[in-house]
C-alpha cells in the first residue's frame, strides 16, 4: 500500500479520492528546450512522498537532480543536462559534459584518468554516460496496492573491431516511498572476452552537504590516493564550510558487508535531520571511492561504488584486477539510493552500519 499523507491507502481508497495518478505521483516522459540541453530527453518521477527526480533518457538515463520535499540532494555543475552531441571522449574533455547530479555513470571501457591500454586511447571515465538510451519505455502500473513508476532502455557501447557492451537499465521506485531501485543488466555482445569497468558517481550537495554534515558508511579501512588527501585523512567524513581554493581528496574504502554482500553509505546532516543513502552488493561492486571537494561553488561530496579502482583501464591490467566478460556473459549490478528524514530513520540507518561492522 502507497503511505501518503500520514496514512496507507489501497488503490481502491486512492482512486476514489483522485481523477488520475498524476493527482498524487508517477513519471512523465519530457524534452529540455534551450541552450546546450536542447532536445534531450528525461523521465521526471514524483513518488508522492516528498521525492522527485530526472533520469535523463540521451544521457544513459543517469539520474541528474533530484530533490526531496524541494531541498536538492545532489550536487550541480554548471553544465546541466548537456546533450551528448556536444561530447568529446579525448582526454579530460569528460570534465565538460559532466552535469553530476544523483549519478553519473562512468565506463565501460575506462574509469578514472586518461590512459592508453591494447592500442586504444581512453578518456576521462569513458563514453557511457554521454550514450543515448534506445528501446526507452517509460510508464506505471498497479501491482496490488502498490504503484510502480519506471523508465527503462539499453545503452550500448559499441565500435567496428571493437567493444560491443550493452546495459539493460532499468529505475524505479513506488508511489508513497522515498527511494529509487536501480537495476543494470550490463551484456558482452562482442564475440571474445572484453574488459569491463563501471563505477557510479554519485555526487551530495547542499543543503545536504553542509558544515557538521558527516558520511556514515561500514567502512573498515580507510586509504587516502595521495599526499593531499594524506592532509585530510582524519577528517575524511566530517564536512566543512566551502574553502576558496580547497585541493580536492579522494580516499579508497575498505567496505564490510553482511553475509549476502549488501553494504550501504550515506552522507547525512543532522542540523535538518535530513540523509542521502546507497545500499549495494560488494560481490557486484567491490570498490568504494570517496571524492571529497571543499571548494566554493564546487562543493561536492562523491560516494563511489565501482568494479574497479580510479587509476584507469591500463593500471587495472597491470595489477591484475581487471575485470573481463565472457563473451555473451553478463554482470548484474543493482542498488538503491533513498532518503533519510528525521530523526528516527537516520538512527535506523545508524543501526543498519553498527550491525553490519559488529556482524
Known sequence: MAKLFGKEYTKA??????GNIDQLGGVRRMQFCDGTSKGVECAVFRTG???SFTATIDRALDITSAEFKGMSLCYRTPIGEKSPYFYDPAGMEWLYSFPAGMFSTCGLMNVGVPNEFDGDIKGQHGRVS?????NVAVDGYWDGDDYVMYAKGKIRETAFFGVNTVIDRTISC?????????????????????PLMVLYHMNTGFPLLDKNSYICFASEKTVPRDAEAEKGIGEYNVMQDPVNGYA?????????AREDGVTC???INPDIKLGYYVKYNTKELGYMTQWKCMDE?????????ANCHVYGMAWEAENGTLEYLDSFGSKHVAFEIGVLSGEEEIESYKALVASILNG
Do not use: C, W
Request: charged share 25%; glycine share 6%; net charge positive.
Open 130 to 134: 554521454n550514450i543515448p538510451a534506445s
Open 13 to 18: 481508497q486512492l482512486m476514489k479520492k483522485a
Open 297 to 305: 561553488a564546487q562543493y561536492v561530496v562523491g560516494i563511489e561504488p
Open 248 to 256: 580536492e581528496q579522494v580516499f579508497y574504502h575498505t567496505m564490510k
Open 49 to 51: 512522498a516528498g521525492l
Open 265 to 267: 553509505a550515506a552522507l
Open 174 to 194: 513506488k508511489l508513497g516511498e522515498n527511494k529509487v531501485k536501480v537495476e543494470d543488466v550490463i551484456t558482452n555482445e562482442a564475440n571474445r572476452p572484453m
